[in-house]
Nanobody
Framework: QVQLVESGGALVQAGASLRLSCASS???????MGWFHQAPGKEREFVAA????????EYADSVRGRFTISRDNAKNTVYLQLTNLKPEDTGVYYC??????????????????WGQGTQDTVSS
């Protein structure tokens, strides 16, 4: 079973940047990797995903142009670069992994492996 450990969350001011990291206990080459965000009192929502070969990237409309997902298969690590942060970006960011193509992460949350989350707080 894939175990995912996130890091990099912090308390920052609006407009700042952060980089989140997610390290996997297993090789990630067979997994689409992604990030989800759960704001206080709200459901977990999709943020970004990157395909197994690091070619296809999908983003939620709310973060497109501000966040960038990337992966290093040699290090079994996925990253999320967050820029121009807004107070509404506050919440817990979860790393996610699912076998197969990006569609497997976008269409359903079944069979997704989750990390424990890292907290990001953006003050206005």
């Amino acid at each position: 079973q894939v175990q995912l450990v996130e890091s990099g969350g912090a308390l920052v001011q609006a407009g700042a940047s952060l980089r989140l990291s997610c390290a996997s206990s297993e090789r990630i080459i067979d997994y689409t990797m992604g990030w989800f965000h759960q704001a206080p009192g709200k459901e977990r929502e999709f943020v970004a995903a990157v395909s197994r070969n690091n070619v296809v990237r999908e983003y939620a409309d709310s973060v497109r142009g501000r966040f960038t997902i990337s992966r290093d298969n040699a290090k079994n690590t996925v990253y999320l670069q967050l820029t121009n942060l807004k107070p509404e970006d506050t919440g817990v960011y979860y790393c996610a992994a699912v076998q197969g193509p990006v569609a497997n992460m976008l269409e359903a949350y079944d069979n997704i492996y989750w990390g424990q989350g890292t907290q990001d707080t953006v003050s206005s």
